[in-house]
């Protein structure tokens, strides 16, 4: 099988089972731990990732439905760790215990890809398939709002 | 809560040089440390080394100054979400006058040094607060003593600030590194001799501080329990019982051992005696990567063996409850004579409300890594009681716990499921099985099946009304399958703390007043659960006096207030009850009704109680007192006519005291609204014939963000005079019965069962 690009890096996929979910690809392959398991059928969203600029549910993605497209991880999404969603996360406040958080701060960062400004309702609809155990949701409310203003 | 952990008492020693090298390797030579102990004192002892096994005397706190200037604070208590890591180190720092920026964060290794570091029962701030003041505190009057004796001033002139001793008079000043070498040679003062920044000075308490993992959360870096790798390790996924004590009949490998990546299979053994945190034993399939041990484990067949408890079945059980608190129970709890007031009444009502069975379900399932190497064994693992942990490592594996380190990783959630790490013992069994590095991965329907529950439970009340329409009796009578039977699985009947958990402490003003019990069976693993039996006493004490004052054709919050009564403190003892006020003296941590009514009064001025509101949309509010904090939650909901619950808002008026972080307090208070919401609107377990009916959250619901209310506001109205309180658990209880409460207004009908979707809400 051909490498996955992984943040920019080329992955071997070499002995892997092409059915293997992209989750346990990045986190046990790949090194990308950020990227969280809590469900494994597409309910929590903890494993959310960009494939090919869009958010997917990385533990029911197999591997081979990422080939020859580039995926993003947490550990990608800036550079620097600097993507004004993650400055208005820390500014907010908004992670608790941090689990769910990448998935969180993944989905909203597709969704502001998409639309610079949305409503509550909007809010709803791309980050309903996220989970927050601790019950950050205002919260994230609060800083997807702040971030989209901040991206103008 | 936990039945474990005594730590009422303080007194502070220094242990000058790092001579027993508990910080070896995490500051250099020459570094000033101090430790802080907590804990009953029946004598002092001059040997006080590791391995000691009195906790009591063990340290809980340990700072380092480094000659840098670099002052590392350990942080003893487990992170899973309140921000205690970050905001106990910093109690120290601000009594210490440290610079944030120089301060780094240890966390600490399971060990009885630090005194009690099993985080829950809301008690991390509650009882450290003051240990942890008084350690900074100590080590600022030391450097301010090698200040002055280099300067020759009185130690009164100086302070400390900006991580370094001043002079105020003449301005000097010198850094808390020039110093360290210095103050670690003097004596430790005496606790009397402290003195205390006051509030004006303080720069991290009170403060919204940041929690210092963020970053790491917000770029993936933070290491969770499953983010942990090591040479060579391999991935394991165990299938466990389906139920309570079942042992494995028989295996059948051949498919699973066929399989590409699987290593090994093996027999685990299961639990002998009282379950407690031993783990429930099974068949576990080692293999290179988690996808291949979870490929394995599903083509792996299993039989098992009978067990007394694979017949559970929850909507018996359920029956059953209902059952029992329908009879008289023991009484535990007696105001006057509460059956004649009853029968006396000019108005009697009764009702009968149950609640569900919950797993915890933190969003990271439970997971430890553990890997061996000269007879000593090391297991990563996010466990909110590490000690536990090493003790059950021991106890498994059969070595002396010198021979174990349980280093505690962040925790994706907690909520007192990780406090019986079963998980870390499966790890380091299997590590030493399989000679290798191993880590224990459960999935989510591992950790559904597989809870401590949150009891089922059902409680049955009756009150009674004079002519005016004024309570005079009230009786309520609680059962549901013990916490007890964890440790000891012959016991039936409720104990005392959990009883004190909103029940037997009800604060009402009425003339006759009692407080029964009911005893039942377990047939599962029985936790303790974020806010635990207050969730059921409160939704049952709440609602039903809701329904009271709507009996009395009164209005809630007044009738309310009325029940409450004067402002006094109530002490459940005076009437016969053993009442452990969450393990604090009453004196230190009164009922005081007048805080409850404060916290009553704001949330209603908050919400806009009294207002009008459209048809299908109600208020709802409710008062309870829980780890010695006092919340009220008021809500508004609105029900469709198709029975839709929405929650466009919540106010929590919450009083625990100084907020010591007040931005962690309003989130806690935030979350706890949304946790109350899961239970309160979707979260429900059950077994039929010993098998749990639920495997994911497809079927066992939490909230999601369409679920939580758009708006949650959160005052907190403590007085900064009284000692900080629990915040982690306390918001939970008041909010099933303000939503209940306020459907009830929105639509006419009352909801006596949780979770409340199970209800036909619609109207018309
Ligand atoms: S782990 Fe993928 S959605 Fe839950
Ligand atoms: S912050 Fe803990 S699950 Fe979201």
């Known amino acids: 099988m051909p490498a996955i690009d992984v943040n920019g890096k080329a992955i071997e996929t070499d002995g892997i089972d092409p059915a293997m979910p992209l989750l346990w690809f990045l986190r046990d392959h790949a090194g990308m731990t950020g990227v969280k398991f809590g469900c494994g059928m597409a309910q929590c969203g903890c494993c959310t990732v960009h494939l090919g600029g869009r958010a997917v549910r990385a533990c029911v993605t197999p591997v081979s439905a990422a080939m020859g497209q580039p995926v993003v991880t947490i550990e990608g999404l800036d550079e620097k760790g600097e993507h004004p969603l993650q400055k208005a996360w820390a500014a907010a406040g908004v992670p608790q215990c941090g689990y769910c958080q990448a998935g969180q701060i993944m989905s909203a960062a597709a969704l502001l890809a998409q639309n610079k400004g949305p409503s509550d309702d909007d809010i709803d609809r791309a980050m309903r398939g996220n989970l927050c155990r601790c019950g950050t949701y205002p919260r994230i409310r609060e800083a997807i709002k702040a971030a989209a203003k901040e991206m103008g | ?764």
């Open chain 2, 1 to 764: 809560m936990s039945a474990h952990g005594n730590e009422t008492s303080r007194r502070i020693v220094a242990i000058g040089p790092d001579r027993r090298g508990f910080l070896k390797g995490m500051v250099g030579a020459g570094a000033f440390l101090l430790g802080v102990r907590a804990g009953v004192i029946a004598a002092p002892r001059p040997s006080d080394g590791p391995g000691d096994a009195a906790a009591a005397f063990a340290p809980n706190v340990w700072l380092a100054i480094e000659a840098d200037d670099r002052v590392r604070i350990v942080a003893h208590r487990s992170e899973m979400g309140t921000g205690i890591r970050t905001v106990l180190p910093l109690v120290v720092a601000d009594e210490l006058g440290c610079s944030r920026e120089k301060v780094e964060i240890v966390q600490a290794i399971g060990d009885e040094k630090y005194g009690s570091q099993d985080t829950d029962g809301s008690r991390s701030i509650r009882r450290f607060y003051e240990p942890m003041r008084a350690a900074g505190a100590t080590a600022a009057l030391m450097l301010r003593r090698a200040a002055a004796a280099r300067w020759k001033v009185p130690v009164g002139e100086t302070h400390t600030a900006d991580h370094a001793v001043v002079h105020g008079a003449t301005g000097k000043r010198l850094g808390f590194g020039a110093l360290a070498a210095d103050a670690a040679k003097l004596p430790v003062p005496d606790a009397t001799e402290l003195t205390f920044k006051k509030p004006a000075d303080r720069r991290f308490i009170g403060a919204d501080a940041p929690i210092d993992d963020a970053r790491g959360i917000v770029t993936g870096a933070a290491k969770f329990g499953g983010d942990i790798r090591r040479p060579g390790m391999l991935f394991a996924m165990i299938v466990r019982p389906p139920a309570l004590g079942q042992a494995v009949k028989t295996v059948d490998d051949k498919a699973t051992r066929a399989l590409k990546g699987v290593v090994d299979v093996v027999r685990v053994p299961g639990f002998s005696g009282a379950h407690a945190f031993q783990p429930l034993g099974g068949v576990a399939v080692l293999a290179r990567d988690t996808w291949s041990a979870l490929q394995g484990r599903r083509l792996l067949q299993v039989t098992w063996g009978e067990s007394p408890h694979s017949a559970l079945d929850d909507a018996a059980l359920a029956e059953r409850l209902v059952k029992i608190v329908e009879k008289p129970g023991a009484v535990l709890r007696e105001r006057g004579d509460t059956p004649k007031a009853l029968k006396s009444a000019d108005t009697r009502i009764a009702a009968t409300y149950r609640t569900a069975r919950l797993a915890h379900a933190p969003m990271e399932p439970p997971v430890a890594t553990a890997e061996w190497k000269d007879g000593a064994c090391t297991v990563w693992a996010p466990t909110q009681n590490p000690q536990a942990a090493r003790d059950e490592v021991a106890r498994m594996c059969a070595v002396d716990k010198a021979a174990v380190t349980v280093e505690v990783t962040l925790l994706g959630g907690g909520f007192g499921r990780k406090s019986k790490a079963d998980f870390a013992s499966e790890a380091a069994w299997l590590a030493r099985h399989a000679k290798a590095p191993v880590q224990v991965v459960w999935t989510r329907e591992d950790d559904i099946a597989h809870s401590y529950f949150h009891a089922p439970a059902a409680v049955h009340l009756e009150a009674g009304l004079d002519q005016k329409k004024r309570p005079v009796a009230w009786l309520q009578r609680s059962a549901f399958p013990t916490i007890t039977s964890t440790f000891n699985p012959a016991a039936k009947a409720p104990s005392p703390m959990e009883m004190g958990l909103g029940f037997t402490d009800v604060p009402w003003a009425v003339p006759n007043l009692r407080a029964e019990g009911g005893e039942v069976e377990h047939h599962s693993r029985i936790g303790w659960y974020r806010a635990v039996c207050n969730i059921w006493h409160a939704f049952a004490v709440h609602g039903f006096a809701d329904e009271l004052a709507h009996a009395a054709g009164a209005d809630p919050l007044a009738f309310l207030r009325d029940l409450i009564g004067p402002k006094r403190l109530v002490d459940p003892t005076t009437e016969g009850c053993t009442y452990p006020n969450y393990g604090e003296p009453l004196a230190k941590y009164p009922i005081d009704t007048g805080r409850l009514r404060r916290v009553l009064d704001r949330a209603a001025e908050d919400i806009g109680w009294g207002r009008k509101t459209p048809a299908g949309t109600g208020l709802g509010i409710a008062v309870h007192r829980s780890f010695l904090t006092y919340v009220a939650a008021a809500c508004e909901v609105q029900v469709s006519q198709q029975g839709k619950v929405s929650i466009p808002r919540f106010v929590i008026a919450a009083d625990c005291g100084l907020a010591v972080n007040p931005d962690r307090v309003r989130a806690q208070m935030e979350g706890s609204v949304v946790f109350g919401v899961s239970l309160a609107l979707h979260s429900a377990a059950s077994h039929k014939a010993g098998r749990i009916e639920q495997s994911n959250f497809h079927d066992y619901r939490i909230a999601r963000i369409t679920d939580a209310p758009r708006r949650i506001d959160v005052r907190l109205v403590g007085d900064g005079e009284n000692l900080p309180t629990g915040v982690g658990e306390p918001g939970v209880p008041p909010i099933a019965p303000a939503l209940a409460n306020g459907i009830f207004a929105a639509t006419g009908k009352r909801v006596r069962e949780l979770p409340l979707s199970r209800a036909d809400l619609s109207w018309s």
